[in-house]
Antibody, heavy 119, light 109 residues
């Protein structure tokens, strides 16, 4: 079964760091572009970051540029999001997603992991 | 980055047809995709490449696009279609950036 499972969320203080993981099964992560998308509970989806299949292209939303880093471990078939200098406004459910092509359609989504930034 | 604009809420009577729209400059150049999200669940892709349905998505869901406006149409809405719907596409800047619409809450009456 094709599946994505996120982990690593939790409570962190403003200015702190957290690393999210997204374990893929049923497909090879390095064959696909991958995304991170976040959602404040009760609000809309907001794209955060993407990585190309060859790993050479990574892009970020303006709101996280310079603070978040997307990466991948091919041996573990796992995608990561390193989040530094966290702010209260980064509080959200974070989803990873597999790109389907067609201008960034996302066909497979994880169940999400909650990040709460609070003192 | 560009924006995609959606109506915040739309309602439809059970069994009737409803159209949910998404507007943005990027849609003149790039494909749009649509997602359904029910409370407490991850989004589900229902339309990609403007008009294509993934396997398992009922054929009452269809997509279209003209100019800067894309539409998701549900023909014969069912109670289980009540959900939030989001559009997304490539950013119009030409960079590898992604945009989502603000979402439309669909109520089936």
């Amino acid at each position: 079964e094709v599946q994505l499972v996120e982990s690593g969320g939790g409570l962190v203080q403003p200015g702190g760091s957290l690393r999210l993981s997204c374990a893929a099964s049923g497909f090879t992560l390095s064959s696909y572009w991958m995304h991170w998308v976040r959602q404040v509970p009760g609000k809309g989806l907001v794209w955060v970051s993407l990585m190309s299949s060859d790993g050479r292209t990574t892009t970020y939303a303006d709101s996280v540029e310079g603070r978040f880093t997307i990466s991948r471990d091919n041996a573990k078939n796992t995608l990561y999001l390193q989040m530094n200098s966290l702010r209260v406004e980064d509080t959200a459910v974070y989803y990873c997603g597999r790109d389907y092509g067609y201008d960034f359609a996302i066909d497979i989504w994880g169940q999400g992991t909650m990040v709460i930034v609070s003192s | 980055s560009s924006e995609l604009t959606q109506d915040p809420a739309v309602s439809v009577a059970l069994g009737q047809t409803v159209r949910i729209t998404c507007q943005g400059d990027s849609l003149r150049s790039w494909y749009v995709s649509w997602y359904q999200q029910k409370p407490g669940q991850a989004p589900v892709l229902v339309i990609y490449g403007k008009t294509n349905r993934p396997s398992g998505i009922p054929d009452r869901f269809s997509g279209s696009s003209s100019g800067n406006t894309a539409s998701l149409t549900i023909t014969g809405a069912q109670a289980e279609d009540e959900a939030d719907y989001y559009c997304n596409s490539r950013d119009s800047s030409g960079n590898q950036l992604v945009v989502f619409g603000g979402g439309t809450k669909l109520t089936v009456l």
